[in-house]
């Protein structure tokens, strides 16, 4: 691994670890420990049931947009590539490890590496723009309710720069030929045309609009479910005001899956509405937790699936990080 890279890599471990850690300092651990009990455990399950469901979701998503771009895939081998995407993530230092092994096992499925990182991107943008739309629906609420007017303006920012990105991209498709066929550009625009084949599909899009917020919906109401074991009496939509902007925050790739910026935008989230924030802490933690054990779960079931058993994935994390250097290394783009 290149010094670079490791660095890095303990930048962003070092940004969860330090806002765990004030988090933490301002948190009665000894209350929140004791709230931990039999029904914390069956709401744990729960969370691991619909975590799954979620993958299932997401995988039934990328192959709607893979049919849209005439390349069929089984809905098992779709959702075992999505389990193996969700071992990455929690096994390596961001989510581009996650993606990186879904595109090598993607290629490896036979689909085209272009085509397979075109994809599987779009199929992000669809999840990132149900995020988006959680987030506005939200945002009058929480700007009310907020009495800090920074708080209002960072959640404003945060919304319309996930929107900025969102509509930057769906514009490359109308560049200038000139510029369209730039090498630095053509990509992007390949991209961008990619989202626009599946917006433009009667068929597609209304199941994949469905599917964009389905794993959102079920995030909530895991975070939901572990707040009333905690003995918090909340409503599910207080919690739907609350989590989507967390998530949001979380995915600013500054530490490790998330981790420490979840937390604190949770406890920031619930401040608002009136909920105690080790309550906020506590959910944070075990529905990160929860992905952990979802994403080792996932490699298993893949490696399972796989002929070369639990060895592949040793050999998949190896490829993943040869993709993430180079992208063509390894493969060749067929039409």
């Not at 192959?63 to 071992?87: C, K, M």
């Not at 066929?181 to 992007?188: I, S, V």
């Not at 794993?215 to 895991?222: C, R, Y």
Request: net charge positive; hydrophobic share 55%.
């Amino acid at each position: 691994m290149k010094p670079r890279t490791l660095l890095l890599g303990g930048l962003k471990a070092a940004v969860s670890l330090g806002l765990l850690a004030v988090i933490l300092s301002g948190v009665d651990l000894g209350a929140v420990w004791a709230r931990l009990d039999g029904d914390v455990a069956l709401a744990g399950l729960a969370a691991l049931v619909l975590l799954q469901v979620q993958a299932l979701g997401a995988a039934a998503r990328w192959r709607i947009v893979l049919a849209v771009h005439d390349r069929p895939l089984p809905l098992g081998t779709a959702w075992r590539n999505t389990l193996l995407g969700l071992f990455g993530n929690q096994a390596m230092p961001s989510t581009i490890g996650g993606d990186a092994l879904r595109l090598w096992n993607g290629w490896r499925l036979g689909l085209p590496l272009g085509l397979a990182t075109r994809t599987l991107v779009v199929d992000r943008v669809f999840s990132f723009l149900g995020l988006i739309l959680l987030c506005v629906a939200g945002l009058p609420v929480l700007a009310v309710r907020a009495e800090d007017p920074l708080v209002a303006r960072g959640l404003l920012t945060l919304v319309l720069g996930g929107l900025g990105c969102l509509v930057i991209l769906l514009g490359l498709r109308h560049l200038p030929a000139g510029l369209a066929k730039r090498k630095a550009l053509a990509p992007l625009v390949a991209l961008s045309t990619s989202a626009w084949c599946v917006l433009g599909s009667r068929r597609a899009l209304p199941p994949v609009l469905s599917l964009m917020l389905l794993p959102h919906l079920i995030d909530i109401t895991v975070v939901w479910l572990y707040a009333l074991a905690l003995g918090t009496t909340v409503p599910w939509w207080t919690i739907a005001l609350v989590f989507p902007p967390a998530i949001l925050t979380a995915a600013v790739p500054v530490s490790i899956a998330g981790w420490g910026l979840r937390e604190g935008a949770l406890v920031l989230g619930f401040g608002i509405v009136g909920l105690p924030g080790e309550t906020a802490l506590a959910c944070s933690l075990l529905y990160g937790i929860s992905a952990v054990v979802t994403g080792l779960i996932g490699g298993a079931v893949w490696s399972l699936g796989d002929p070369d058993g639990l060895g592949a994935l040793r050999r998949a994390r190896r490829e993943a990080g040869r993709l993430a250097k180079d992208p063509h290394a390894g493969a060749v783009d067929a039409p």
